[in-house]
């Protein structure tokens, strides 16, 4: 399943790969006769097809997941406390590993994270919390864009910085974040042969709150300097939580739409918001599983309808998702169909395009990845059909949109290399990547005193609500 933009099937086919990139695409007979491979992988009975890119997503939450889920507050109290108050170096490096890892497992070749969440918490007091998230993406294989940027306001921001259990509270402001950011870009965005790139971040702010003229005036300050790194860089813009009336104002007020920048949720927009982002190439990333998506509504048919470039993201793995972006791609169609009543909507293949072409022209990558083309990077995967769910052995698009899951995944290769096959991780060892998840979010638990936050509420069980 090429992807290509024939969107070409080929029954029987093969994928050669020279070093990074792939070398030739067609059927397995014309393959074998033109190379002499030195290595083979038994594809039979398995669809051969681009890696999945996961679209937007959030540090930490691997590690944080349903801590406090049972009500949004609380979860989003238990990110505050742990990202600002509670976390490491190593419990950044731990959240990485098994973030990448999960990702890798379920097919996902290529994300976009920011470096925290929750309530716009942004882990960039020190440069050593992103290049740790960093070096742990990097060792699991995956290719990633890491979004880092300022926090919401009021500034200054506490941190907590930890020394084995000593604690010291720091006081950050705006401009220290900013230089955070730039530092993690000339350290890690696409140096050497890294699958890292760095993109610029900056919180969304919704016109509706009571804001001040100053206030106002602060936002439009620091919004420009943000933009303006990201231009300076040539980098991904960044932005997390749209919804009515966001998109104008960050038009109107900031000047932040274009072609490089990418927008999340996007729950409830305008038609005006809508055309916009069309008159600007503004991208779009639509989180069907979301908290978000339950508030509001993304107007994904709307927006593609528009010619506006939409893919799907996994908003992380909090408090109740996965990083399996099948899982994501089967949302999104019952939650648009629903919404119409109409089963018409999202096609099998539109859905597979919000995960691989579509998903690579949003992050400006189409040329290098996104489908199987020669002269592209050889991020595949192999997902495998021999399985009662995913049988008869026909109707390909079907089976991987309808029915396929992140377990399904059997190898992935990303730049040319095989980080699984069979089901085994070549990059990392998963017992130890497990391991330590545990004992970093035990730490940070301890360090925040929020044990209370695992106990099972009142009405878990027998009603019909919290």
Known sequence: MTMDPARQIIE????????DKIAAV????????TFNAKQEIDASRKVIMPGLIDGHAHAGHALVKSLGANQLNAWNDACYKIYQEGSDEEFWYADGQLSALERLKCGTTTSVTLLGGGDNIMRVDDAVYGSAHCKATQKVGIREFLAVGPGKLPFPKRFVRWDGDSRQDVMVNFERQMK??????????RQGNSNISICVAFPTYNPAD?????????IKSMARDARLLSKKYK???????????????????MDLLGPEAVFAHNIDITAEEIDLCRQTNTKIVHNPSAIF????????????DAGVTVFLGSDGVAPDRSYDMFRHMFQCMHYHRTFFHDPSYLPAGKIIEMVT?????????????????????????????????????NMAPYRIAHYANGGDVDTVI?????????????????????????????????????????????RFWGHSKF
């Not at 009571?210 to 602060?218: A, G, M, V």
């Not at 980098?235 to 104008?248: A, R, S």
């Not at 050889?378 to 059909?385: E, H, K, S, T």
Request: with cysteine.
């Open 26 to 33: 067609g059927t397995t007979r014309k393959i074998l006769a």
């Open 180 to 189: 955070v950011t730039e530092e993690l870009i000339h350290r890690w965005h």
């Open 235 to 253: 980098l991904l813009f960044v932005q997390d939580g749209h919804k009515k009336g966001t998109i104008l104002f960050a038009h109107k007020e």
């Open 357 to 393: 072409i579509d998903a690579a022209k949003g992050l400006g990558l189409e040329n290098e990845i996104g489908s199987l083309e020669v002269g592209k990077k050889a991020d595949i995967i192999l997902v495998d059909m021999y399985k009662p769910h995913l049988y008869p052995l």
């Open 210 to 218: 009571d804001t001040s003229i100053q206030t106002l005036n602060d």
């Open 414 to 458: 990303v730049n040319g290399k095989i980080l699984m096959e069979n089901r085994q991780v070549k990059s990392v060892v998963e017992s130890d990547v497990l391991d330590l998840a545990q004992k970093m979010i035990d730490k940070a638990i301890d360090r925040t005193q929020l044990q209370s936050l695992k106990e099972l509420p009142d």
């Open 293 to 304: 998506s339950i508030i509001g509504r993304c107007p994904v048919p709307e927006l593609l």
């Open 12 to 19: 029987d086919g093969a994928v050669a790969v020279l070093g």
